[in-house]
């Protein structure tokens, strides 16, 4: 193996497959990171059995070769190499990458223990803009549970395929995410569950200036493959049936509340300093006379309170959230306003763009 | 109690003064920051019996007042309030912060309860010029040890006043910095030792844009006031001994080495990421042929090597050290070009400005 490729491109590379390999592998290989030269392109692989991860590099290759290295090691030395481009080649199981006077020596591992990333047979195939994607699971990716003891189908996010149209959800049963996209063409029905951590560095992997690429996603009984230009992410399914959500949103409303999105989220932000160390993080929303009073207290400590203009059609109401619950999605709200419903202090409110179908977020109020 | 004042000033004064609150106070009120606004002048102080901080900012005050309240809380509101104003006033046991529309409402501690900083009636003072006192501390602070598992004596600097000398060194027993400089008038001797982490704060606290400043240093038997223009720090000596610290200084030397400081910096911060994660974090310096090979390795992981030109006089020598004891004095050297005289690989090295007889870094090898 001797090649030689931009320090950029390589780091870059080593940055998206190392969410791939295991912080604490169980075997030493799975530390490792994958390579293979062979003429112009450099394929890198990591594999934690959960994900698996391949990215494609422009190189100059002189020998063909493939080499399995420690993947922080390389990826530490890669990114603070003194020079433009690397050389790079094996010498007696070694690899050897010099660049800027720099020379770094890393042990190579047993290239036929290392398990190369194996995109399953599709069962079902689809299309879908690369900046599309990255909306929609903007918007939805944040409402997942985390690890916290949940039950497992919650840390992924459902992905539903029928005709043209592309649904994505989250739920940690407190609050739902659910976004919408049309596809450019017609679909059999699909539906499957993806760790919302993969989906997460899917998402931070797209480049927003490319408006012209595709992914193409492909999805088996167990596993569904992301197909990039120039990247390949294969995740295991999460198990079980996502719950219906449909009757959670609700359908009607008797508060309708139309306020600057900026504003807003400032205001929760600042008063929930005075929640942020208690249970609940609760912010208290209170809507009348064209306005909402945001405020938060804490016991023995005190109470902070900011007011902001609003535009309140239907009945007052005094409602309370988990003020992070409805900061996470003034985060990812796009137009300059936002709006919301209410029925009464206990039921799910509706948080969404107005005018905008295609994306809606429940949240479940606070009782305090 | 009700004044207003800037937030960017009152904020200033909070973030410094919180640097003497106590962050898990043995009682409630070691938690609080007392305010008292008389006039024109608001004082904000901070103390835990270690340290204790007072801090001034002008004010407009209608009613002259004092007040406890909760640190973290002052602080996190004040950082984060809307406007560029901020007008306060006390009410049934609350002090009241409005600013841009929001309104803030923290309760009030007993005022009796406060331990208000005392400053120790002085046995010796003198001047030195605020920006002079940084750029010894810069030097030498971060030679201190931290708070493992080492004598208490270390943990500090020690000062050294005799005529119109000032002397301040840190050591942590494998390294030690020595940093002197002229006074402008002629003292009486002292000597103490102050906490490092108490040191590393005023450091930071000082604008080294205002070049026309002193500080007066006012000691006592076992009290250090640091007291500024807007600002008092009064800090508790570290009892004991600093032990005698001439005789590590080498008075002669085999190899006598220049080389480029940011340059010799990078390469070892490069190489160094072989090693970060071993026990001693050791790079190793060869010196020969008008060069210095920096390099270091881990078993089983590889090594990294890089060569940088370098001037040098005397034996050709092997050495290596732990890599952080060398790029933490190159961070502080200001010179272009960094001296080390060397005797053996096992007798500590010497590093400084060419030149500059008023500043020494001690650091003792690692055995390999």
Redesign the interface.
């Given at each position: 193996m001797r090649f030689s490729c931009y320090q950029d491109d390589l780091n870059d590379a080593l940055q998206f497959v190392m969410r791939a390999v295991a912080v604490k592998p169980q075997t030493p290989v799975l530390a490792g990171v994958y390579i293979k030269s062979e003429g112009s392109v450099l394929e890198v692989q990591g594999n934690n059995y959960a994900v698996g991860i391949i990215v494609r590099i422009p190189v100059s290759t002189e020998d063909d070769g493939e080499i399995v290295v420690?993947g922080k090691?390389l990826q530490?030395?890669v990114r603070?190499m003194?020079g433009r481009t690397i050389n790079v080649f094996e010498e007696e199981n070694?690899?050897v990458m010099e660049s800027g006077?720099?020379?770094?020596?890393?042990?190579t591992m047993d290239v036929q223990e290392f398990p190369k990333v194996k995109t399953p047979e599709a069962e079902m195939s689809f299309k879908v803009q690369s900046i599309a994607l990255h909306d929609l699971l903007r918007k939805t990716v944040f409402a997942a549970a985390g690890n916290e003891g949940t039950r497992p189908i919650f840390t992924g996010c459902c992905f539903e395929v029928r005709d043209e149209l592309i649904s994505i959800v989250a739920t940690n049963t407190h609050r739902l995410a659910l976004a919408k996209g049309i596809l450019s063409a017609t679909y059999n029905e699909v539906s499957f569950v993806v760790p919302a951590v993969t989906l997460r560095d899917i998402m931070n992997r797209i480049n927003l200036n490319d408006r012209d690429t595709f992914a193409t996603i492909n999805c088996s009984t167990r596993f569904v493959t992301f197909t990039f230009d120039n990247a390949i992410v294969t995740a295991r399914l999460i198990e079980g049936l996502f719950p219906p959500y449909d009757r959670v949103i609700p359908t009607s409303s008797m508060t309708r509340v139309i306020v600057e999105t900026q504003k807003f989220k400032?205001?929760i932000?600042?008063?929930a300093?005075?929640a942020k160390e208690t249970e609940y993080n609760t912010v208290k929303l209170v809507f009348n006379n064209e306005a909402v009073e945001v405020s938060s207290d804490?016991p023995?400590?005190?109470?902070?309170?900011?007011?902001?203009d609003a535009h309140i059609e239907g009945d007052d109401l005094e409602i309370a959230f988990n003020a992070a619950y409805i900061v996470d999605v003034l985060k990812v709200i796009d137009t300059e306003k936002v709006e919301l419903t209410f029925n009464d202090p206990f039921s799910p409110a509706a948080i969404f763009e107005p005018g905008n179908d295609n994306y809606i977020y429940i949240a479940t109020p606070v009782r305090t």
């Open positions: 420690n090691k530490e030395f603070n003194p070694t690899l006077g720099a020379s770094v020596r890393l042990s400032e205001a932000e600042f008063v300093l005075m804490s023995e400590i005190g109470d902070a309170v900011k007011i902001i």
